[in-house]
T-cell receptor, first 114, second 113 residues
Framework: AQSVTQLGSHVSVSEGALVLLRCNYSSSVPPYLFWYVQYPNQGLQLLLKYTTGATLVKGINGFEAEFKKSETSFHLTKPSAHMSDAAEYFCAVTHSGGYNKLIFGAGTRLAVHP | DVKVTQSSRYLVKRTGEKVFLECVQDMDHENMFWYRQDPGLGLRLIYFSYDVKMKEKGDIPEGYSVSREKKERFSLILESASTNQTSMYLC????????????FGPGTRLTVT
């Protein structure tokens, strides 16, 4: 079975500060990992994904994440937060086969203050 | 761009009513999914479909059913709505050839009174 834990349901940063959103996963098979963002009153939008290959993955809007197998982590970072980054972020895991079923974490709401 | 549309953004229904939530995607995707989203719980899979007329239960199928008569359309049915089904419902679609990325609709916020 697979699972995802997002540490911190709410994170608050200042504009221009580093953004770090934590995600740890559990999987008995090689995982495929995703970060999605949800802006208010909208659906989810893919930020980035890791499947195979390079463990540092770059996504949209300046975000990146690093797959660390030894730590079973896939933390999301952005060097400098913008006000427009305020949203809810979801980490998700799946594996090859299985009809693309994603297992989501509980989400982290990011607030950015001036 | 992939587009996933949902029939309503907001819906208010009474306890015991039969409720239909419709989802349409325009990218010829084989897989379609229904999730519900609740604060602190993330997204939980209700049902999914990997082909026309095919369906599989997700993690929380109780109280729900689905229908997929055409490839582009996936309907979620609440046979007898209850207040504990008040939630945000999200539809998604994906293609096996796109490395498991799912594309989401804008969601339907359902309130059952």
């Amino acid at each position: 079975a697979q699972s995802v834990t997002q540490l911190g349901s709410h994170v608050s940063v200042s504009e221009g500060a580093l953004v770090l959103l934590r995600c740890n996963y559990s999987s008995s098979v090689p995982p495929y990992l995703f970060w999605y963002v949800q802006y208010p009153n909208q659906g989810l939008q893919l930020l980035l994904k890791y499947t195979t290959g390079a463990t540092l993955v770059k996504g949209i809007n300046g975000f990146e994440a690093e797959f660390k197998k030894s730590e079973t982590s896939f933390h999301l970072t952005k060097p400098s937060a913008h006000m427009s980054d305020a949203a809810e972020y979801f980490c998700a895991v799946t594996h090859s086969g299985g009809y693309n079923k994603l297992i989501f974490g509980a989400g982290t709401r990011l607030a950015v203050h001036p | 761009d992939v587009k996933v549309t949902q029939s309503s953004r907001y819906l208010v229904k009474r306890t015991g009513e039969k409720v239909f939530l419709e989802c349409v995607q325009d990218m010829d995707h084989e897989n379609m999914f229904w999730y519900r989203q609740d604060p602190g719980l993330g997204l939980r899979l209700i049902y999914f479909s990997y082909d026309v007329k095919m369906k599989e239960k997700g993690d929380i199928p109780e109280g729900y059913s689905v229908s997929r008569e055409k490839k582009e359309r996936f309907s979620l049915i609440l046979e007898s709505a209850s207040t504990n089904q008040t939630s945000m419902y999200l539809c998604a679609s994906s293609s096996p050839g796109q490395v498991y990325e799912q594309y989401f609709g804008p969601g339907t916020r359902l309130t059952v009174t």
